[in-house]
């Protein structure tokens, strides 16, 4: 097991650059989860520390050494990829020896490892089959067990469950993540899943056209977005994201917005000023919808669009003015579609970032300030 430093990697071909100056610490043990859209620059971030893609500039150390210009015979990691990369002309137990084979590894010890690895990932009444008479799930585990089997510095898995429907893809991401706990050896996850990121990662590095956006732990990153990117990419449904403006009103101030109006207390308005435009974010499930004919505490009427049932929870989509937002709420089968609903923020939470540069300017997201 060991540590993975990555200072100010830079990947470029010819004049584009899709890795820009990425720095990160991932600790021994840590499973550090790169999430992001396509073309983010994430899985070629990984390919660099698994030496499969050269670095233009910057050091990446595993452990104590310096990796950098190393082969990826070298480094003592082991990767999974998405298309599982299966000999079709192997057993699965001819794929997981493969290695151990490559290496040198005496019978006994490729007997004893590989049996092991089966019996950890619970294909071990697999071994003699091929990989075409396997499910994807069993040859995702295949692909796992041939990684495990090395007993590496640290685990490097792109984008391992894309391929598998959406059942099995939490059945297999489960597996990982008590896979991870189990052996406790360093893991770096790439997916574009931000539900993976949050429920798999110790901590999660959020990265957009080739920057690092933000690096903290799931929750962390949730209540405390770094800007709009950040806080629009992480959570289900999105993150509600209105243009406003900051007006003064009493002894603090007051959001402005079409079809809206929020007053914020002197505690809660510190350090913004007025005249300021901003975007407001809000989260789907800190609105609550008030009862009918309620009256006091009423920053949003809006009219009901679109009501989607989803089980123990309904999502509504809410339109007044040039104002759109989606609520999530317990289950509530008396809301139709054209109703009046009435609104406030939850404990009253909410995101303000600056219109222009969408940083975060305050963040309100656990408690009532």
Do not use: W
Request: aromatic residues 4%; charged residues 25%.
């Amino acid at each position: 097991m060991a540590s993975i430093e990555i200072r100010n990697v830079t990947k470029k071909f010819g004049d584009l650059t899709v890795v820009d100056d990425v720095s990160m610490s991932i600790d021994d043990g840590e499973l550090m989860v790169f999430v992001g859209p396509s073309g983010c620059g994430k899985s070629t971030t990984l390919r660099m520390v698994a030496g499969l893609e050269t670095t233009t500039a910057g050091t990446i150390m595993i452990g104590d050494r310096d990796v950098t210009r190393l082969d990826p015979k070298d480094r003592n990691i082991a990767m999974v990829f998405q298309n599982y990369a299966l000999y079709a002309h192997k057993s699965v137990y001819g794929n997981l020896a493969f290695g151990l084979r490559m290496r040198g590894a005496s019978k006994a010890e490729i007997d004893k490892r590989v049996r092991e690895a089966a019996a950890t990932l619970g294909i071990d009444d697999l071994l003699e089959r091929r990989p075409k008479q396997l499910s994807g799930g069993q040859r995702q585990r295949v692909a796992l067990g041939r990684a495990l089997v090395r007993d590496p510095d640290a685990f490097l898995l792109d984008e391992p469950l894309s391929n598998l429907d959406a059942k099995l893809r939490v059945r297999m991401r489960e597996e990982i993540g008590s896979l991870h706990s189990r052996i406790g050896t360093s893991m770096i996850y790439v997916t574009h899943d931000q539900v993976e990121a949050m429920t798999l990662g110790n901590r999660i590095a959020v990265m957009k056209d080739g920057r690092l956006q933000q690096v903290g732990a799931p929750l962390e990153v949730y209540d405390n977005p770094a800007n709009q990117f950040v806080a629009s990419f992480i959570g289900s449904p999105e993150m509600n994201q209105v243009d406003a403006r900051l007006e003064a009103a009493g002894s603090g101030l007051r959001l402005m917005g079409d079809g809206f109006a929020i007053d914020l207390s002197t505690a809660r308005s510190a350090g913004l000023s007025a005249g300021a435009d901003v975007v407001l974010g809000l989260r789907p499930e800190h609105l609550e919808v008030l009862p009918d004919g309620a009256e006091d505490g009423v920053e949003f009427r809006m009219r009901v669009d679109l009501v989607e049932p989803m089980g123990a929870q309904t999502l509504l989509l809410c339109r007044e003015g040039g104002t759109s937002l989606r609520v999530l709420i317990s289950r509530n089968d008396g809301i139709s579609r054209g109703d009046r609903v009435a609104m406030r923020l939850g404990d009253g939470r909410y995101h303000l970032f600056d219109a222009a540069s969408g940083t975060t300017l305050k963040s309100i997201g656990t408690k009532v300030i």
